[in-house]
Structure formats: C-alpha cells, structure tokens
C-alpha cells in the first residue's frame, strides 16, 4: 500500500499541474474571447473555468471534508446535464474576474483538505481517489478548452514546440499479427482508474491484424482522391446522410487551394503534412476509409489486447511500454505539442508486439459501442458514465497530444457521438486473420 505522504504528493501533483494548464489556455486571451462562444458546439471558455472549480468544491470540499456549500446558488448554472453547451452562454454566468476568484479560494481550501484528511476509510478518499477524480476531470476540460481554441477564429493565441522526429521508420511493418486467446482486459488495481474502467477481467479474442501506426493524412488523402466521399457504398446509412447534407469531403479544418490540401491549426495555415495521423475525422469517416481500404476498425478489445498485452509473460501491462507512467520519451501527451507526431514516432512506447502510438497523438476511433464492463458499479455518480452507455456512442482509445498523462492509461476509454470531428480524434484499422 503506497503510504499517505507519496498519495499527498502524487494528488498535489496532479491537481497543480491540471491548475497551471487551465490558466495557460484561459490566460492567453481577454475577457471578450473568454465569455464568447466560439462554436455551438463547445461551452465559452469562462464556463469551463468555473465548471471545474464547482466540480472541484462539490467532491473535495463538500463530499471529502463535509463542509457547507461556498455558492450553493450556481451549481445549477454549471451543472453540464441541466445546460445544453449551445444555451450557456446566456446564463448569468461568473464573469472572468470573478470566476478566477473562485477557483482560487476553492483551491486554498483544497489543497488544506489535502493535508488533513484520510486518505483510506472509504472509496471516495482510498488512494486519494476523490482527488485523482478532480484533476482528471479539470484535465478533461482542458482538453474540451484546447478543442476551442482550435475552433475559435482569429490570430494564434498559444504556442508549443514541434514534436520530436520520428527517426528511421524504414521497415516498419504495414501491420501487426495479434495472436488469439484470453486476455486481461480492464483494472481492478490501478487507484484513479474511473468506473467504466473496472473490473478487470478476461476476455478471449480470436487472432487479427492491426495496422502498426495510424492512419497518415496522405494514405486518408489517397481515399479522398479516389472519391471516398462521393461512393455511398463505403459509408453507413447515417455517416452517408451526414456527409451529404453537410457538404463534407475532407477532414474538419481541411480546404483544397491550388492544388494542395492546407489545414487551420490553432490559428495558423499550413500544408497537411502527409506523414502525420490524419486528425479531426468522425467515426462515420473513420469506418468509411476502413471499408475502402478493405479492412475494419478494431474492437475495442483489439486494441486493448494490441496495447496491452505481453504475450511472453501472459499478464496486462498498464502502458504498451510497461507499468511505469509515460515520459516524452514514450508518448506525445500533456498539450507538450500542438499536433501529431509523425507516424512511426515513439519507439520506446511500443506495444510488445511493436505496435506504435498506441498513447497519445491521436484519440483512436474503435467499432465498439460504449458499453459497461462485467461487474460494473457506477461510482462515485451516475452520470459519469452509466447514462452514456449504449449505441449511441462509439468508444475511443489511447488518448491524443492534448490529454494528460493522469488521464490516460492503458485502460482509459472514452466515448462520443460518432458524427463528432472537432475533437482530437484519428484511427487505425484492423483485420480478421484469414482474411487476405
């Protein structure tokens, strides 16, 4: 059992690192841009700012130290199941200033429950849990905040270095062979593992092949050079009726000019580099190039078992690497860079089957629906995952360039609609292994 003073550390850590990039993207712009909403789609940025902090003094202040409400009279005004993203900006929302006030005063309380309270007794404080919850919930958000500034119009407003070459990847194999049979799917051990994640328990999946990185803006360009989008036979009825009356023929953010695809990124204009994982596409496009190319995308068992899976010693790593946290050295996380790196990049990150980016750059669409888990248990709350379960969404992998590392394991599932493409999402595909 990891004692109490390191469990203190590791919380402090993380809700300190979760704090310094949330005043990174929120700093960066002024007040108008800050109460604006730059999409339907997302929440102006000043709400997500004191969304976290309400989240933040319901569960450690109130729940963890049992303490009375600070503003009892804006839960509802950020509570994300009463207010649809497309209506907050007209609640009577925290002001800038005032928002930034209350994240402080609910943070010096924090980190004073932190000192002082148990951390065993009870499920909420066991490991710091409830606190691993509340910073990987703010970094959620940051990442929902970098999709905005993705979104919003206007000059660049942040700024990180390119990410590392991917060196020689001559040889790489095009795919991977995943052998069949029985594997430990899930976690029933890792102490901030949230509750879609767990138990832990075995699943048996049949032999298949799945592509050993990403697909790269050129191979999906070669799909839209050949009319991907206008051949109906690759697309599910309602990706097809999607593309349609929308007008869509490339990936979000992308436009053809002179004879090149150029792309907006974070406020800039640049070529589409070729070699880097195609990014912002719908499952409806990802499952689309799948059946053009001849191929599928991978169940989330699959790429769990590919990312996970020793098959030398039978047991499921936390990282295709191994159990220890990821560095820059395994995975491009952590908002370090603003893009993809190339494919083939991160060697040291590979699976034990020599699958790469399996972790990071991109979030990676998977055919599987979002479903619970055997033995599942809701907790702490319903409505983190229990009420999106079902077909509705599709469940993505791995976790991209702007998650950070407490947000994002082996184990880590997150879901969306399938008609989604501002969020940071590309894919990779698979095969049976009898098919040729």
């Known amino acids: 059992m990891t004692d109490p003073d390191t469990l203190r550390r590791r919380a402090l850590d993380a809700l300190t690192t979760a704090r310094a990039r949330t005043a990174l993207l929120t700093d960066c712009v002024d007040d108008t841009e800050l109460t604006?909403?730059?999409?339907?789609?997302?929440?102006?940025?000043?709400?997500?700012?004191?969304?976290?902090?309400?989240?933040?003094?319901?569960?450690l202040w109130r729940a963890v130290a049992g303490r009375e409400a600070l503003r009892p009279?804006?839960?509802?005004?950020?509570?994300?199941?009463?207010?649809?993203?497309?209506t907050r900006p007209a609640l009577p929302l925290l002001a800038p200033s005032e928002a930034r006030a209350?994240?402080?005063?609910v943070r010096d309380r924090v980190l004073d429950v932190l000192d002082r309270a148990p951390l065993e007794g009870r499920p909420l404080v066991d490991a710091a849990f409830a606190f691993g919850m509340v910073a990987q919930h703010e970094q959620q958000h940051d990442e929902t905040m970098l999709i905005t500034h993705q979104l919003r119009r206007g000059p660049a407003a942040l700024d990180a270095p390119e990410p590392p070459p991917a060196g020689d990847t001559t040889g790489l194999p095009a795919e991977v062979r995943v052998p069949g049979g029985?594997?430990?799917?899930g976690t029933s051990a890792e102490p901030w593992a949230l509750d879609n994640e767990r138990p832990a328990h075995e699943r048996v999946v049949p032999e298949f092949f799945i592509d050993t990185v990403p697909v790269t803006n050129g191979a999906y360009m070669a799909f839209i050079a050949d009319g991907g989008y206008r051949d109906e036979r690759w697309w599910e009825p309602e990706g097809w009726a999607q593309i349609r009356s929308h007008g869509i023929g490339a990936p979000l953010f992308w436009r053809r000019e002179a004879g090149q695809w150029l792309r907006r990124r974070f406020g800039v204009v640049e070529p589409v580099p070729e070699d880097e994982p195609v990014l912002h596409v719908s499952w409806y496009e990802a499952d689309a190039y799948a059946r053009w190319a001849g191929r599928r995308l991978p169940t989330e068992e699959e790429w769990e078992k590919a990312a996970r899976h020793d098959p030398?010693?039978?047991r499921s790593r936390r990282y295709p690497w191994g159990d220890e946290d990821p560095t820059p050295a395994h995975a491009n996380l952590g908002q370090r860079h603003l893009r993809p790196a190339a494919a083939g990049s991160y060697?040291?990150?590979?699976?034990?089957?020599?699958?790469?980016?399996?972790?990071?750059?991109?979030?990676?669409w998977t055919s599987s629906d979002f479903l619970p888990y055997p033995g599942f248990v809701a907790f702490p709350y319903r409505e983190y995952s229990e009420v999106f379960f079902g077909p509705a969404h599709k469940v993505l992998r791995g976790g991209s360039f702007a998650v950070d590392p407490v947000a994002c394991r082996g184990t880590f599932r997150n879901w969306d609609l399938p008609v989604r493409r501002q969020?940071?999402?590309?894919?990779?595909?698979?095969?049976d292994a009898e098919a040729r």
């Open 73 to 86: 009279e804006i839960d509802s005004l950020y509570d994300a199941f009463e207010h649809p993203r497309a």
């Open 312 to 314: 030398v010693s039978g």
């Open 182 to 185: 029985p594997f430990t799917m």
């Open 102 to 105: 209350y994240a402080s005063d």
């Open 347 to 364: 060697p040291s990150g590979r699976s034990p089957l020599g699958v790469r980016q399996l972790i990071g750059d991109v979030w990676e």
């Open 36 to 59: 604006a909403q730059h999409s339907p789609l997302m929440s102006p940025l000043v709400w997500d700012l004191a969304h976290i902090s309400n989240q933040e003094e319901q569960w």
């Open 423 to 431: 969020i940071f999402s590309g894919f990779r595909t698979a095969r």
